[in-house]
C-alpha cells in the first residue's frame, strides 16, 4: 500500500485550476458537471483512504475489538509514518462522517422547514407567498418540484422578467441542480480542499439556469435585466439564507453567485456547447490535469483498498 493511500489526500490540490478556469471558458452545464465529478470522485477516494489508515490505528489501541493480528508490525507498515498517520486518522475520519452527516441533515431538515411553511399555499408548481419581502427558489420534492416566488418579488418585475425568472427556477429543477450542490457540498466537507470546486459550482449551477431561461424565453437582455433587478430588490431579504442552502434543497432566484458577472455573461454571446474543451489551451490542459488527478486518486485508492484487504486477511486467524 505505502504512499499510494496518501496520494488520495493531496491530488484534490490538482482540481484547483479547473474550478477557477470552468466559470469562464466552460459552458454552465459542462461545468457543474465536470467539477460536481470531480469532487465527488476525489473526496470518496480521499475518504476511502482514510478509513484504511484508520483501520491500522484503531489496531494500534488497547482493548479494541478487533483481531488481534490486525496490529501485527507487518500490517502497520503498510501505512507511512504509521505511529502518527494511523492514529490522526481516527479523528480526521470522525470529522468527515460529523461534517458529512450534518450537511446531510440540514438538506433534510431545510426540505421540511419550507414544505411545512408551504403548507397553506396549496399543492400548485407554483406557489405565490404573500409576503413584501422579495425572494423566489425552486423547491425541488413531489414529483417535479415546484417554485416558490413572493409577492413582493413578483410586483417589483415586469410581465416578461416574471417569465424569465419562472424559466430560470424551471431550469433549476429540471436540472436536478439541487442534487449537484448536494453532492459537491459534501464532496467539501469530506475534503477542504475541495471547497473551491463548490463555490465554483454553485456559481456555475446559477450560469445554467441563466442560459436555459435564455434560450426558452429567447432574450438574453430580458433575462439579465430580471436578474438584476431580482437582486437589487431582495437585497437585505431572505434570498441569502435559501442561497446559502442550495446543497439543502433550495436554489434563490437572486442566486449565490456574484450577480454583475452573471448579467455581463448574459449581455455577451451564448458560450458554446461542447463535450471537452481544446487540449492546448489554458482551460483544456487543467481538465486534463483534474482528470488525471481524479483517475490517479481513483487507482491508489483501489489499490491501497485491495493491499489493505489482502494484508487483514491473511493476518485473521482461520
Known amino acids: 500500500m505505502g504512499w499510494f493511500v496518501v496520494l ?36 470518496s477516494c480521499s475518504t476511502v483512504c482514510v478509513g484504511l489508515v484508520m483501520v491500522v490505528g484503531t489496531a494500534q489501541l488497547p482493548g479494541n475489538p478487533l483481531p488481534d493480528g490486525w496490529s501485527d508490525p507487518e500490517v502497520a507498515e503498510a501505512v507511512p509514518f504509521e505511529e502518527v498517520a494511523a492514529k ?9 462522517l460529523l461534517g458529512c452527516g450534518r450537511s446531510l441533515w440540514r438538506h433534510l431538515w431545510t426540505r421540511r422547514r419550507v414544505a411545512r411553511a408551504l403548507a397553506g399555499v396549496g399543492s400548485a408548481r407554483v406557489a405565490v407567498v404573500p409576503d413584501e419581502a422579495a425572494y423566489a427558489y425552486a423547491l425541488p420534492g413531489g414529483g417535479r418540484g415546484r417554485i416558490v416566488a413572493s ?12 417569465r424569465a425568472l419562472f424559466a430560470h427556477e424551471r431550469a433549476h429543477l429540471a436540472g436536478r441542480h439541487h442534487r449537484l450542490l448536494l453532492a459537491v457540498t459534501l464532496a467539501a466537507r469530506a475534503h477542504p480542499f475541495l471547497r473551491p470546486l463548490r463555490t465554483a459550482v454553485l456559481y456555475t449551477a446559477e450560469r445554467w439556469a ?65 463535450p471537452w474543451p481544446p487540449t492546448f489551451t489554458a482551460v483544456g490542459l487543467a481538465c486534463w490535469t483534474a482528470a488525471a488527478g481524479a483517475a490517479a486518486s481513483a487507482l491508489s485508492s483501489a489499490n491501497s483498498a485491495v493491499t489493505m484487504f489482502l494484508l487483514l486477511k491473511a493476518a485473521t486467524p482461520l
Not at 213 to 236: F, P
Open 210 to 274: 441563466d442560459e436555459e431561461a435564455a434560450r426558452e424565453v429567447g432574450d438574453r437582455r430580458l433575462v439579465a435585466r430580471a436578474i438584476g433587478r431580482a437582486a437589487l430588490v431582495s437585497r437585505g431579504g431572505p434570498v441569502p439564507a435559501f442561497a446559502g442552502a442550495a446543497g439543502a434543497g433550495a436554489v434563490s432566484g437572486a442566486g449565490p453567485g456574484p450577480v454583475p458577472r452573471r448579467v455581463a455573461a448574459l449581455l455577451a454571446p451564448p458560450p458554446v456547447a461542447r
Open 88 to 96: 490522526a486518522a481516527i479523528p480526521a475520519l470522525a470529522a468527515v
Open 151 to 162: 409577492t413582493g418579488l413578483l410586483g417589483s418585475l415586469s410581465a416578461g422578467e416574471r
Open 8 to 43: 488520495p489526500l493531496v491530488l484534490p490540490l490538482t482540481a484547483w485550476p479547473i474550478a477557477k478556469l470552468a466559470e469562464h471558458q466552460l459552458h454552465p452545464r459542462s461545468a457543474t458537471w465536470l467539477l460536481t465529478g470531480v469532487g465527488v470522485v476525489m473526496a
